[in-house]
């Protein structure tokens, strides 16, 4: 507030002194110029007297008369000396403000003079040399034109002065008139700024005038700020309960996720058991019965070579099929209890990068199968990870479970490709398929939360984005994905091989 009121008093007085210094050289132009004519006409007017009016005394040889004339002629201050000079070169007569004639040298080399030769006959100068009967020099000073000169520039300068002082005052009364009121305006909207609108009081309405109008114009705009940030309040609580509903429902809903995609794995585990189980049962009554009726013969006494040779290939053929399906059968439990604890334990360990995801990719068997999809990995032995094998089976278990639903056309042979690459501390894993791709319009949302291309056919739009979640949060690593319409996706994932300390409940925030 303080610099606008100096910066406009120094504005317009600087405007004001530069127009009256304007208006001042102009006139000391004008001044300079008609002091200089006026200047010129004397020194004329007055040599032109004394070539007129000195031909008669230097002709007859009157020194008195010829002093008397410049006596006169000396009257102007502008005249400095007057020097007569007759036919011989003599001095004739003289006169000078100097008594003593001292200065008519120093004069005659300072100040400007004019010199006319004298003639006889006036009238007729140039008829003939011999009318040439003398010369008269007049010197001039120019200190009368500096000294008006001089005096006219104190005068402008002294003007300028009182007419800024004046105008410095009037602004500075007038500019008050107006800064006080904005003054007290700008301290109720930095106060209005800083506290609540309710702690903020009104300005008093007195003055009749425009900024009476502005402060009754503030009064009515606070009491509208007030009326605005009470229901902004009441949307703001509203808001916040319905965020933290909100915050509850996707924790509930990550959590159901987490749960059927571990449901649908037990399901799938269940049904590929069940057959190697049908046939461990099925050889082992088999081979029950085989052993009922050879105990039978042995107990009768009739037993005979062929029976035992017959029980004894089918011994060994029910034998056989009932290591084998009980072995596979095993394997797959195995692989399911491994994934399984560990994505319902989320507990931190040491575990061999390629060797699980075999495990996860043996588990997720039963999907691969029963879509025709082939998943080839590609991954040294030797990349040991240290972190939570659960949000790993996570990651893996969501991104094929999501090619599976988005990449692959029914009846299509799909291919998936595993590749991880140990890089310093890092590791780069790349998890591609060869399916239809992604559109350009769905690329930069599928790591959203509920973002589906499947609404009402099942999907939630949470795999991706929990992947997304583990992969920045949990493992503090990055995940881009690169694809194109029907040339396959492609996720890359980077992350350390030792992941952060951080809470499990982090998996899904």
């Known amino acids: 507030m303080h610099s606008i009121r100096i910066r406009l008093i120094v504005l317009f007085i600087v405007i004001t002194t530069s127009i009256l210094a304007a208006f001042g050289i102009y006139a000391q132009a004008l001044l300079s110029r008609e002091l200089e004519q006026r200047f010129e006409q004397l020194q004329q ?15 007859d040889l009157s020194p008195a008369s010829a002093q008397r004339i410049l006596a006169a002629e000396m009257l102007p201050k502008e005249v400095l000396a007057i020097l007569v000079i007759d036919l011989d070169g003599q001095q004739f007569v003289q006169a000078s403000r100097d008594e003593n004639n001292k200065l008519l040298k120093q004069w005659s080399a300072k100040g400007p003079y004019l010199s006319r030769p004298i003639y006889q006959d006036v009238d007729k100068p140039q008829a003939t040399a011999s009318n040439l009967i003398g010369k008269v020099t007049v010197y001039f000073t120019r200190e009368h034109i500096d000294t008006a000169l001089r005096e006219n520039i104190r005068r402008r300068v002294l003007e300028i002065l009182v007419i800024d002082l004046i105008l410095l005052f009037a ?3 007038s500019l008050r008139m107006v800064f006080i009121p904005l003054a007290q305006l700008r301290d109720a909207l930095f106060a209005l700024s800083r506290h609540d609108g309710d702690e903020v009081e009104e300005l008093v309405e007195t003055q009749r005038s425009e900024f009476g109008e502005v402060v009754q114009g503030f009064n009515q705009t606070q009491r509208k700020l007030k009326r605005i940030m009470a229901r902004r309040r009441q949307a703001e609580e509203a808001t916040q309960q319905a965020f933290t509903d909100l915050q509850a429902a996707q924790v509930s809903l990550l959590q159901s996720e987490k749960m059927a995609s571990l449901g649908g794995l037990v399901a799938g585990v269940a049904h590929e058991i069940n057959t190697p189980v049908g046939i461990v049962l099925t050889s082992a009554s088999v081979l029950n019965d085989a052993t009922h009726l050879l105990h039978k013969s042995i107990s009768n006494g009739a037993i005979r070579k062929s029976e035992v040779i017959q029980y004894m290939e089918t011994a060994q053929q029910a034998s056989q099929l009932i290591m084998s399906n009980a072995e596979r059968a095993a394997t797959l439990i195995q692989s399911f209890k ?4 560990d994505q319902t334990s989320e507990q931190r360990r040491k575990y061999q990068l390629k060797e699980y995801i075999d495990e996860i990719t043996s588990s997720l068997h039963p999907a691969l199968k029963q879509s025709g999809t082939q998943v080839t990995v590609i991954c040294h032995n030797d ?13 893996l278990t969501n991104l094929t479970m999501n090619a599976l639903a988005h990449a692959f056309i029914a009846g299509d042979k799909g291919q998936i490709e595993i590749l991880a690459e140990q890089i310093g501390p890092s590791v780069r894993m790349l998890f591609k ?5 992604i559109s350009e319009d769905h690329l930069g949302k599928i790591f959203d939360p509920f973002f589906t291309t499947r609404r009402g056919q099942g999907g939630t739009g949470l795999g991706l984005n929990i992947v997304f979640n583990i992969i920045n ?5 990055t995940i881009d994905v690169l694809s194109k319409p029907n040339n396959g996706t492609c996720f890359v994932l980077l992350f350390p091989c030792i992941s952060p300390l951080a809470e499990p409940e982090s998996v899904g925030g």
């Open 45 to 59: 007017e007055t040599i032109s007297r004394l070539a007129i009016s000195l031909p008669r005394s230097l002709w």
């Open 171 to 173: 602004l500075t009364i």
């Open 338 to 341: 491994q994934v399984a604890v």
């Open 383 to 395: 990349i040991v990870l240290e972190g939570y094998p659960g949000a790993m089976a996570q990651v």
């Open 433 to 437: 398929d060869n399916g239809k791709g």
């Open 473 to 477: 949060k949990q493992f503090g690593g």
